[in-house]
């Protein structure tokens, strides 16, 4: 179990996913690279993973895809209700102070330049 609690004073990047979504697939190459630039910073991503068969099907992907960032599961869906989703992958970011400050539906780049200076600005910011 892990509580957003535990990430205050952190900008915290929310993505949910399963490893059988190809737009999930897809956007796990620019997560990577956004994790490694920003890693060192005041900066947490957690994508919580769906699939059913949860460990199983999650090791070998992450493995294959050469994936570092830290991976939730949650083989019964309950983040899907907890936020109110629609489909995957959904992604939402959430400020310092525990605040939603974007929700975000389907695939993007997150490693371009624009994406790492939006979360930068984030992490400077009180």
Same mark, same amino acid.
């Given at each position: *179990?892990?509580?957003? &609690?535990?990430? %205050?004073?952190?900008?915290?990047?929310?993505?949910?996913? /399963?490893?059988?979504? #190809? #737009?999930?697939?897809?956007?796990? #190459?620019?997560? !990577?690279?956004?994790?490694?630039?920003?890693?060192?910073?005041? =900066?947490?991503?957690? /994508?919580?993973?769906?699939? /059913?068969? &949860?460990?199983?099907?999650?090791?070998? =992907?992450?493995? %294959?895809?050469?994936?570092?960032?830290?991976?939730?599961?949650? #083989? %019964?869906?309950?983040?899907?209700?907890?936020?109110?989703?629609?489909?995957?992958? !959904?992604?939402?970011?959430?400020?310092?102070?525990?605040?939603?400050? !974007?929700?975000? *539906? &389907?695939?993007?780049?997150?490693?371009?330049? !624009?994406?790492?200076?939006?979360?930068?600005?984030?992490?400077?910011?009180?």
């Amino acid at each position: *179990m892990v509580s957003l &609690g535990a990430y %205050k004073g952190k900008v915290v990047f929310l993505n949910i996913w /399963a490893t059988w979504c #190809p #737009p999930c697939v897809e956007e796990m #190459p620019s997560m !990577e690279k956004l994790f490694q630039s920003l890693n060192k910073e005041d =900066f947490e991503i957690l /994508a919580v993973n769906i699939d /059913a068969s &949860g460990l199983k099907a999650v090791r070998p =992907f992450m493995k %294959k895809h050469r994936l570092h960032f830290p991976v939730l599961i949650d #083989p %019964k869906g309950t983040i899907q209700r907890l936020y109110r989703t629609t489909g995957i992958p !959904e992604s939402i970011i959430i400020d310092k102070n525990g605040i939603i400050v !974007e929700k975000i *539906m &389907g695939a993007r780049d997150w490693g371009s330049n !624009e994406a790492i200076r939006y979360f930068q600005d984030l992490i400077q910011k009180n």
